[in-house]
Structures are given as structure tokens and as C-alpha cells.
């Protein structure tokens, strides 16, 4: 069982290969929308791929106003 | 479809459709790749009745208000045909608002009945928010886990009263929805849409677009949104359509959604459909020299054969692994919410998928115009639907002016805000707030904005009114929020920003703290109602006698600056 620092690690580590950024470059308490620059849809096709990764379903209203990867970590630590 | 013109409320239209297409399926519920359900007319009748039985049991009566906050399900549906048949108004609110907007929007409304969803309510029944909402009396809550607290709600399944509901007629004049169009924070604008509205919005519509037996609209855009309502919800179903709703929207599932239920109709906002553009672009892109030679040839051949009008059946034929993509059998895809460029309308049409795009309000009745492809053209929003009168007021030299719309379809004022509405709506005349002109074919073009907010691509209409509560008791003199826009108006509908204007403190700078204090405040923000910019004003703001800014009185006097300069990065 991943501990919920691993998670978010993970988490990260994922998102700057999604997003191509050099690794390391991304914080938990970094703002995906503003960080990233992200709009919703690419919010969307992020949280996929982290389904993919964790073996997860993240229902849609669980993501719902979630802006940072600490919180998104927790969420998806919740269903781990 | 119906004869719509016989009916005096959408209650009244929905309780025959039922009747008169029982056999037709009427919506289909997936989550990720399995079906939840499909639903005939006659179906949808025995969920809905029951329902409507217990509600008027519980003593929901005519011109009660009920409210809906849920995701796209068929339980929405159900829910507003119960409240319809049962003589109430619908106040349809966005799932996406904060617990506390959500409070203010159903105080406001004086809903008596909420109907949500048990995530939803998870959060809004813990929200001190809910204090203020003190007609509420009723709440029911849709899927809770088998030993939830419902925190006082009823579980939507168990609400079934025992025999016939009493249909209860309502007049064409009466309210039947009340529909937010902005206003969280700030003047909350809850338009008064009247059954009269829909019912000639419904039929404008269809004349153009025409639903049928067999055809499936795939509903994407939120119910609560005054596109889906008509085109998801009571056109298809005064039709003996069906509506395909996904409890996920995430892209591959929708993208799968196309071929697996033979969607006929789709609408989107503008950042969907273009993420819809790049995805495609990709892959052609990818094609080899030799296939995307060929390829480009066909598309040629496609765009000189439907210059005049789509032609369907040879678009499919000619690329017909691209209309495979989308199912076969899409015929058009609808855009609204907010601007969309030509150049992506241009880039579905070339590909046999036109676009209808269109231009509307919600306090219009949701569309005022749209394009009805006689040919197509990208660089319009189209002509006036049937019954609309579109005007253009104080026309400069090259015909741009205030767009102003009479019509049926126009809500009856803005709940409990007279003079609002007597400053939106004057002598008949709704006052929508936009620029443009009409060419010499008759198709309206847009071309910016003479009011004071901004439409994101994603359909959100952004009030700088509403979100100034985010900046409430900043160390600063005064502050104001703007649309960059609307202080230095340009002629153009994209890449709409708010910029914040302070008024420091003498001898005050900007400081380090200052800016990560109102970066704080920004990003506590939605995403999409955030700032881009600050503008620095040296002076005190104009104000009223009651000390409110004046707000016009304050842009002209920002515009002196050069935009360029003016706007610092925060």
C-alpha cells in the first residue's frame, strides 16, 4: 500500500511526463489550472491518465473543484 | 413532433409527448463503457409519475419552486417532468458552483424542493450557507450509499406516492423556469423564463434543426444550461427523440460515446469542439505524404461539392473514416455558450460536419440566431430564428451597434430586480449588451462587447461584480474589477480577461506581500473567474451618493492609460 506522500510523488512525477516538464518541477500545493495552464478538458484527459496509472475510477463529482495535486493526491489515495 | 402551438406549458407538452411516442426510447444512461439504463416514453412515465405523486403528497403546488442541481442523468430529466406536470417552476442550478453560491442561488429563488445528488449534497448539507436557505423544505438526494446520513434529505429512489398524479395546467404567461444567468456574489440574475418562451423557442428551432423518432442527442453541455434544456431535454422529447447522457465526461469516453449509440446531435462549447479540431488535425497530420494527398483531395472534393448546402450522404461517403470516428450518423454538431472562431467552424464543415453556430442569451430564450446553412458561413452567427426581431441600435458609420432582440421567446424580467430588468428590457426591446452589424445577406456579425463581462470559451459568463467579493477587505485604498475589454473596447469576442484596478494607499507600493496576497485571493477563485492583470489608478474613484463606484465613470478614466502598458502581470 502506497503511503500518501508516495502517492503524491506520483502523482507529480506523472504530470510533468504528461505535460512534458523536466522533472522536479512541480510542488503538491502547485495549482494545476495555473501552473500548467490547463482548462477543464485537459484537467479531464490528466485525471485518465492517472486512472490508468493507479487502477482507479475517479468519478467525475470526486474531482469536482479540486485545483491542486495535494488534494487530487488525497482523493486518489481514498480509493486506493 | 407536437403541434406546440396548442399548448399553453411545457407540462402540458411533455405529459402528451409521453403518450404519443410510448414505444420510443427516450434516454440512455452510460457510465465509462456500460449502459445504466435505456428508457422507453412509457418507461419514463412510470419513474416520473410516482414521483410527481409524492411531491404533490408532500404539498408541492402550482408556481411552487423546485430546484435541480445534478450532473447530466436521466434523474434530471425525471425530476423537472414531475415538477412540470406538477405546476411548479424550475429553478435549474450549475453543479459546478461553490456550496455557498448554490445556498445564495436557492435562497434567492425561494425554492421550496431541492433535488441533488448525494456528492452534492455531501457538500452543500455541511455548508454554513444552508442556514440562509429558509423555504426550503423538501430535499431529495439521488444514489446515497446504503447507511448515509442525509443530513435531514430523503432518498430520491423511495419518493413514490401511491396512484395517479393530478396534472396541473399552467398558463403560456406563467413562470416556468428560473434560470441563473449570472450573479453569484454580486445581483444574483435569475431570469423569469415563461412556458410562452419555450414553446416558440421550441418551434423556432426545430424548424431548422428537426428532431425525430430514432434521432440521438448526446447531452454534454449541463442540463441546467439553457441550450441543453431545449435541445436535451423538451425538443428531442416533443419529438419522440432520444438523449444519450455519460456520467463521465472524460474526452475518450465521449470520443466513444459517437459510434457506440449513433449520435445524431451534439452540443458543445467552443473549447471542447476545438480540442475536438486539434485531436483530429494530429491525426491527419500523421497521415503519410501519400494518404494525406489523397486525403486533402477528398476534402476538396467534399468543400466544392457542399458549398451550397451539407450534403450528408456524400460527405459520409467521401470521408468516411472520419464520420465513422463520429458514429455515421452525426449531422450536426451545436456550438453556444460563447464565441467560436470561423476558422474551426470552416475546419468541421470542409470535413462534411456542419457547425451550427448560432448567438444567443438566456434571458433571449436561448438562441436569437443561428446559422441555417443556406450556404454555410464561419464568419457569422447566422440570421434571426423565425419570430425574432433583431435590431441594430445607434449603428456607427460601418453598421456596428448595440444588438437589441424582440421576441417571444424573451424571459419576462429578472426575479425580484425590477429595475434591472427595466434597464434590460426597454419598451419590448431586450437590451443584450453586444456589438454588432448585419451584412448586406442579412447574417449578423458579432463584434465585441458594450457590457461590462466576459464569456470564456468553456461558456461561462464571468461578471467582474461577482467575483470582487474574492478581494473584499484588500489592503489597498479601493479596488475595482473590469473586463479588460469593456474599458478598452476592442472589436473582437475571444481572449476575453478581467484585470483588477487598485487605488493604493498614499505613499503605498506594490509590494511583494500585496501581490501574493490578491494571488491568494485569485487562485481561491474558480479557475475560469480569475484575473489576469493589474492596473495601478492614482486617484480616488468616482462614486454615487451612496458611495457605490461608478463603474462607467471609472472605466473611461482607466482607458486614458495604454492598455499595453497599464495592465501589469500579477
Not at chain 1, 47 to 73: C, W
Not at chain 2, 58 to 70: E, H, L, V, Y
Not at chain 2, 223 to 247: K, S, Y
Request: charged share 25%.
Amino acid at each position: 500500500m502506497r503511503t500518501l506522500e508516495q502517492t503524491t510523488q506520483e502523482v507529480l512525477d506523472l504530470a510533468a511526463t504528461h505535460f512534458q516538464l523536466p522533472a522536479g518541477s512541480l510542488a503538491p500545493g502547485d495549482d494545476f489550472f495555473k501552473k500548467l495552464g490547463l482548462d477543464s478538458l485537459q484537467t479531464l484527459e490528466m485525471l485518465s491518465r492517472l486512472e490508468n496509472h493507479f487502477g482507479i475510477e475517479l468519478p467525475d463529482y470526486e474531482v469536482q473543484g479540486v485545483s491542486d495535486f495535494k488534494t487530487l493526491a488525497e482523493r486518489i489515495q481514498s480509493r486506493l | 413532433m407536437l403541434d406546440l402551438s396548442k399548448y399553453q406549458s411545457i407540462g402540458e407538452a411533455l405529459r402528451d409527448a409521453l403518450d404519443q411516442f410510448p414505444n420510443e426510447v427516450c434516454l440512455i444512461e452510460a457510465d465509462r463503457e456500460r449502459e445504466k439504463e435505456r428508457l422507453t416514453y412509457r418507461e419514463f412515465k412510470a419513474r416520473a409519475h410516482p414521483l410527481a405523486k409524492a411531491l404533490q403528497d408532500a404539498g408541492f403546488i402550482a408556481n411552487d419552486r423546485a430546484s435541480i442541481i445534478m450532473t447530466n442523468q436521466s434523474k434530471w430529466l425525471i425530476s423537472a417532468y414531475a415538477v412540470f406536470f406538477s405546476g411548479g417552476a424550475l429553478v435549474p442550478l450549475d453543479y459546478k458552483l461553490t456550496p455557498e453560491e448554490q445556498w445564495q442561488l436557492l435562497r434567492h429563488s425561494g425554492a421550496s424542493v431541492l433535488i441533488t445528488e448525494y456528492p452534492i449534497w455531501r457538500q452543500l448539507s455541511t455548508s454554513p450557507g444552508r442556514a440562509a436557505a429558509t423555504k426550503l423544505q423538501t430535499v431529495l438526494v439521488t444514489e446515497p450509499p446504503p447507511n448515509a446520513d442525509l443530513a435531514g434529505a430523503r432518498r430520491w429512489e423511495e419518493l413514490r406516492g401511491e396512484g395517479e398524479p393530478v396534472f396541473v395546467p399552467r398558463g403560456c404567461k406563467d413562470i416556468a423556469c428560473i434560470v441563473y444567468s449570472s450573479g453569484t456574489g454580486g445581483r444574483p440574475k435569475g431570469c423569469m423564463m415563461t412556458h410562452e418562451n419555450y414553446l416558440e423557442q421550441c418551434v423556432a428551432l426545430t424548424s431548422i434543426y428537426p428532431f425525430w423518432p430514432g434521432v440521438r442527442y448526446l447531452s454534454i453541455l449541463p442540463t441546467n444550461h439553457a441550450i441543453d434544456f431545449m435541445v436535451g431535454f423538451f425538443g428531442p422529447f416533443t419529438c419522440g427523440a432520444a438523449v444519450v447522457h455519460l456520467r463521465t465526461l472524460r474526452p475518450e469516453f465521449v470520443r466513444e460515446a459517437f459510434p457506440k449509440y449513433k449520435i445524431t446531435y451534439v452540443s458543445l462549447v467552443p473549447l471542447v469542439l476545438k480540442n475536438l479540431q486539434k485531436g483530429l488535425q494530429t491525426r491527419f497530420d500523421a497521415l503519410s505524404p501519400g494518404k494525406r494527398k489523397v486525403f486533402n483531395a477528398l476534402v476538396a472534393i467534399n468543400k466544392a461539392l457542399t458549398k451550397g448546402r451539407p450534403l450528408p450522404g456524400i460527405s459520409r461517403l467521401l470521408l468516411k473514416q472520419v464520420h465513422q470516428a463520429f458514429g455515421g450518423e452525426l449531422r450536426t454538431i451545436i456550438v453556444g455558450g460563447a464565441f467560436t472562431e470561423p476558422q474551426t467552424l470552416q475546419f468541421f464543415y470542409d470535413l462534411g460536419i456542419p457547425v451550427a453556430n448560432g448567438y444567443g442569451l438566456t434571458e433571449a430564450g436561448t438562441a436569437i440566431t443561428v446559422n441555417d446553412l443556406k450556404p454555410f458561413r464561419a464568419d457569422t452567427v447566422g440570421k434571426p430564428l423565425p419570430g425574432m426581431e433583431v435590431r441594430i441600435l445607434n449603428p456607427a458609420p460601418d453598421g456596428v451597434g448595440e444588438v437589441a432582440v424582440r421576441s417571444k421567446t424573451v424571459m419576462s424580467g429578472y426575479l425580484n430586480e425590477p429595475e434591472l430588468t427595466a434597464e434590460t428590457i426597454v419598451d419590448g426591446w431586450l437590451m443584450t449588451g453586444d456589438l454588432g452589424r448585419f451584412d448586406a445577406t442579412g447574417h449578423l456579425q458579432l463584434s465585441g462587447r458594450k457590457k461590462n463581462m466576459i464569456v470564456t470559451e468553456e461558456g461561462k459568463n464571468i461578471y467582474p461584480e461577482d467575483i470582487e467579493a474574492a478581494f473584499e477587505s484588500l489592503p489597498v485604498k479601493e479596488f475595482c474589477v473590469f473586463a479588460a475589454n469593456y474599458i478598452w473596447p476592442k472589436r473582437s469576442m475571444v481572449g476575453e480577461q478581467l484585470v483588477l484596478v487598485l487605488h493604493l494607499e498614499q505613499g503605498q507600493q506594490l509590494t511583494d506581500p500585496l501581490r501574493q496576497d490578491i494571488n491568494a485571493r485569485n487562485n481561491r477563485l474558480l479557475n475560469y473567474k480569475r484575473i489576469h492583470g493589474i492596473v495601478l489608478l492614482d486617484e480616488d474613484f468616482p462614486r454615487t451618493a451612496s458611495l457605490k463606484i461608478k463603474r462607467n465613470a471609472l472605466a473611461e478614466r482607466v482607458a486614458h492609460r495604454d492598455n499595453a502598458t497599464a495592465v501589469l502581470p500579477l
